[in-house]
Every structure is written in structure tokens, then in C-alpha cells.
């Protein structure tokens, strides 16, 4: 099962058991329009608001957003709302975490301070969901928000966490393609390598659950023509649901490129950690941090099992 849209994404979320969002340094207005959007679109999702209360309650009032039957911790500084938010999740009071008004880098360390139990021993990774024009479902990349140039060993933990989440969407065996510029392998070119390796990988029984073909590029990772014109067939060519790309720059750009230049949308989780975390950006809409919303719940009915 894949799904088709956002849309789909949204109608998911109202079927499931409901959960707990906590959101650090709350006071975001563009986070607090996400919660209230996520109310209009009936999502099965509670909200746990740190940050400073006044604050919080102001910009509530300013978007006519009740936050009758949140749950809000009052912290008047950043430093404060933090480790409270972590902590929070920590102690099983809220099934995943958001960013709220705080950087990325203070916010991701926090995460992983070890007193908080957060840690699983695997890295974090970030999985972008993309609604793509003409493309017949949602597409998935993996990493183009965390990991700078990983190594092979942790394309594999990025892999099989993007693969256990596709999974918690109910995708029970996504194809996926790892990327380089060319579809041969090419021993001055380490990208297609990796890629070669991962696939054998898939076959030999060591990454399970999906279906892994690599070096692809991206043309034949998502088009079936230009699959068949370089003579590439099986499951994954030209039909992938996630991409793993090589780097972050080409996680990134690829990404963005849907967005800003095709027409697309994007909504996008951090996995790795014990609870799903949410690192939205400034540039995402409100309605891409809601989306983020829905899968975070959907990877934390899970972690919650």
C-alpha cells in the first residue's frame, strides 16, 4: 500500500488511535497555525505546548486558536523549554516531539543528551515526503537533512530507518533506489559503490523488508521509459517509493527542487531516535508542518506498540 497523496495521508491519521505532540519553544506562530490546522483537518493528534505561557496565549488569541484541552508547561526561556519538551516525551507523557522556535542544531542535541534515555544506538536520519506532480504517489528521500557525507555503514542505518518508516505507513515492501550520476559501477566514483553493495545486500537477506536497487539514476529511479531506454528492469527501476541519496547536497537539492521549482510539497520526519521527532523548517508551509504532524503520529504508532 502506498498512498497517493497528502490527502490520503490526512484521511490515515483520522482512522488511528490518537496521540500526543509535544512541541518545544511553542511560542512559533507558524507552528501554533499548524496545530490549529491540524484541529480544522480533524487529525487524531493532542498537543503538549513548552514555552512561555504569555507568549503561547498571544499568539493563540492573534489566529483564533483554542488551546481549551492543551496541555501547556510554562517556560519563559528557551533553555528551560527544552529539556522540559524532551523530557516530557521521555517520561512517555507525549508520543513524539516538534520544534518549535529554537534552532535545529540546540534542538537535535537535546534529543540526544543521554540522561533523557532517547538514544537507540542507531543515527538520525531525516525522510522527506513529497507530493510530486505526475508522480502516482507520495516519493520519499532520505537524507537530505542531517547525515553530511555518510559513510556505507551509515547508508545502511539510513536505509533501514527510512524503510521501517515506510513500513509504519503500511508500504510493506518499498522499492527503493540509491542514487548516483550513473547506473554502472565506477571504482573513482564511491557513490556507486555504496549503492552496488546496498543492493547485494537486499539480496543476500541482510537488509529485509525491501526491495534495494542501486546505482540508479534519478531519471530511471522514477520514470519507467528512461528505465527501459538504459535497459534497467525489476522492481525498483523507473517505480521507486524512496530514493537514497548520497550525500545531503543531493538529498537537499533534489527535495527542494520538487518544491520550489515543480509545483510539489514536502512534509518530512527525523527517525533514529526512540520517539519520532519533527525539525520542520522556516520556509515549509503550515500545511507541510501539518503533514509532518500525521506521519510523526503514524511512525510513533510504533514506537508505542
Known amino acids: 500500500m502506498g498512498f497517493r497523496s497528502f490527502k490520503e495521508i490526512i484521511d490515515a491519521n483520522r482512522k488511528m488511535k490518537k496521540r500526543r505532540l509535544c512541541?518545544?519553544?511553542?511560542?512559533?506562530?507558524?507552528?501554533?497555525?499548524?496545530?490549529?490546522?491540524?484541529?480544522?483537518?480533524?487529525?487524531?493528534?493532542?498537543?503538549?505546548?513548552v514555552g512561555d505561557r504569555e507568549e503561547i496565549n498571544h499568539i493563540s488569541r492573534e489566529i483564533s486558536l483554542s488551546t481549551a484541552g492543551m496541555k501547556i508547561i510554562h517556560a519563559s526561556i528557551k533553555e528551560e523549554a527544552l529539556p522540559l519538551a524532551v523530557e516530557e516525551v521521555a517520561r512517555g507523557n507525549a508520543d513524539f516531539l516538534m520544534k518549535g522556535l529554537v534552532s535545529t542544531k540546540d534542538f537535535l542535541y537535546e534529543v540526544l543528551k543521554e540522561h533523557h534515555g532517547l538514544r537507540t544506538g542507531r543515527i538520525l536520519s531525516h525522510v522527506a515526503a513529497l507530493e510530486v506532480p505526475n508522480y502516482p504517489r507520495?516519493?520519499?528521500?532520505?537524507?537530505?537533512?542531517?547525515?553530511?557525507?555518510?559513510?556505507?555503514?551509515?547508508?545502511?542505518?539510513?536505509?533501514?530507518?527510512?524503510?521501517?518508516?515506510?513500513h509504519d505507513l503500511g508500504i510493506k515492501e518499498p522499492r527503493v533506489a540509491v542514487l548516483a550520476v550513473v547506473e554502472t559501477v565506477d571504482p573513482k566514483m564511491a557513490a556507486t559503490q555504496d549503492a552496488a553493495n546496498l543492493s547485494k545486500m537486499e539480496d543476500r537477506g541482510q537488509i529485509k523488508g525491501a526491495r534495494v536497487e542501486g546505482p540508479l539514476g534519478l531519471d530511471n529511479a522514477v520514470d519507467a521509459e528512461a528505465a527501459a531506454y538504459k535497459g534497467l528492469s525489476g522492481p525498483v527501476a523507473g517505480n521507486a517509493d524512496m530514493l537514497l541519496a548520497p550525500n545531503i547536497e543531493s538529498g537537499n537539492f533534489s527535495a527542494k527542487t520538487i518544491t520550489f521549482l515543480s509545483g510539489g510539497a514536502m512534509a518530512g520526519i527525523v527517525l533514529g531516535a526512540r520517539v519520532p521527532v519533527l525539525v520542520t523548517s522556516r520556509a515549509d508551509s503550515v500545511r507541510s508542518k501539518m503533514i509532518s504532524m500525521a506521519l510523526g503520529a503514524m511512525a510513533a504508532s510504533r514506537e508505542n506498540k
Open 138 to 166: 507520495i516519493l520519499f528521500i532520505t537524507d537530505g537533512g542531517i547525515n553530511l557525507y555518510p559513510d556505507f555503514q551509515e547508508k545502511v542505518q539510513i536505509l533501514n530507518n527510512g524503510v521501517e518508516f515506510l
Open 23 to 49: 512541541v518545544a519553544s511553542a511560542e512559533d506562530k507558524a507552528v501554533l497555525e499548524s496545530v490549529k490546522l491540524a484541529g480544522q483537518e480533524s487529525l487524531n493528534l493532542e498537543f503538549t505546548l
